[in-house]
């Protein structure tokens, strides 16, 4: 039996929301092959696909998800969820959206020219801050030409067993290019060793001050308290273990 064109655009308005060939067949009270010949020439004609008044009105308009990507990126909302309850508080959504749907309108957003958001899980590196990076390289640069046939070196690392000991959002928003990373940690468990290295090879690695589970330490800090990490005194006392 042939059906209206007015007919036409509901059973397509209604797959679109639905993506359900049975459940619109049930709601239009239609047959399912009906809906299905519909469905299946809508998809297959650029023009029928293109009429006016078919399909829904999207949620989020451009304003909305550029708002989401800012939301996002910013960290004023760490998921998409919390994002869609704040552009409705906004005044940019009639209702909150679902999660996927401002997913989907992140992204969209970057296919439109503006900025392209990923999402990035699992645990970050750690991130050495400008401070450090630009002693690090001047010391190089001040170092260039130094002989360092006679030069003992002597560092301390500590080795975390689980970096960066604090509680890490299971999921951030990133810029394309940008990168997960840890400025700051605490209480994180794990190894301090103090080792040295020369022409002559490498020196057997202390546990020094700071490695967990040692207990109260018996080297004093500046304030006479028991120290947390390696001091001028205990550093002393490697020396003179690494000779």
């Known amino acids: 039996m042939p059906i209206s064109e007015a007919d036409k655009d509901h059973v397509i308005s209604a797959w679109l929301g639905q993506h359900n060939i049975s459940k619109v067949a049930d709601q239009l009270g239609m047959d399912r092959k009906t809906v299905r010949r519909w469905v299946t020439?809508?998809?297959?004609?650029?023009?029928?696909?293109?009429?006016?008044?078919?399909?829904?009105?999207?949620?989020?308009?451009?304003?909305?998800?550029?708002?989401?990507?800012?939301?996002?990126?910013?960290?004023?909302?760490?998921?998409?969820?919390?994002?869609?309850?704040?552009?409705?508080?906004?005044?940019?959504?009639?209702?909150?959206?679902?999660?996927?749907t401002v997913i989907r309108g992140v992204r969209q957003h970057g296919q439109e020219g503006g900025r392209k958001l990923r999402a990035v899980r699992g645990r970050p590196r750690?991130?050495?801050s400008l401070g450090n990076q630009k002693k690090r390289l001047a010391f190089a640069l001040a170092n260039r030409s130094r002989d360092w046939s006679k030069i003992l070196f002597t560092d301390r690392k500590r080795f975390e067993f689980r970096y960066p000991g604090t509680a890490v959002r299971r999921c951030e928003w990133?810029?394309?290019?940008?990168?997960?990373?840890?400025?700051?940690?605490?209480?994180?468990?794990?190894?301090?060793?103090?080792?040295?290295i020369s022409s002559h090879g490498i020196t057997e690695p202390h546990l020094v001050t700071g490695?967990?589970?040692?207990?109260?330490?018996?080297?004093?800090?500046?304030?006479?308290?028991?120290?947390?990490?390696?001091?001028?005194?205990?550093?002393?006392?490697?020396?003179?273990?690494?000779?």
């Open 211 to 243: 490695t967990s589970k040692r207990g109260p330490s018996k080297y004093r800090n500046k304030r006479g308290e028991p120290a947390k990490n390696i001091t001028a005194a205990e550093y002393a006392d490697v020396l003179n273990c690494l000779s």
């Open 126 to 128: 750690k991130r050495l």
């Open 41 to 100: 020439r809508w998809l297959g004609d650029e023009s029928m696909r293109h009429r006016p008044g078919g399909g829904r009105k999207p949620l989020l308009n451009p304003e909305a998800r550029k708002m989401a990507v800012e939301l996002l990126h910013s960290k004023m909302c760490w998921t998409s969820k919390e994002a869609a309850v704040q552009l409705h508080a906004l005044g940019l959504t009639d209702r909150v959206a679902s999660p996927p």
């Open 174 to 196: 990133l810029e394309e290019g940008e990168e997960r990373a840890a400025v700051t940690f605490n209480h994180s468990q794990g190894l301090n060793l103090y080792a040295g």
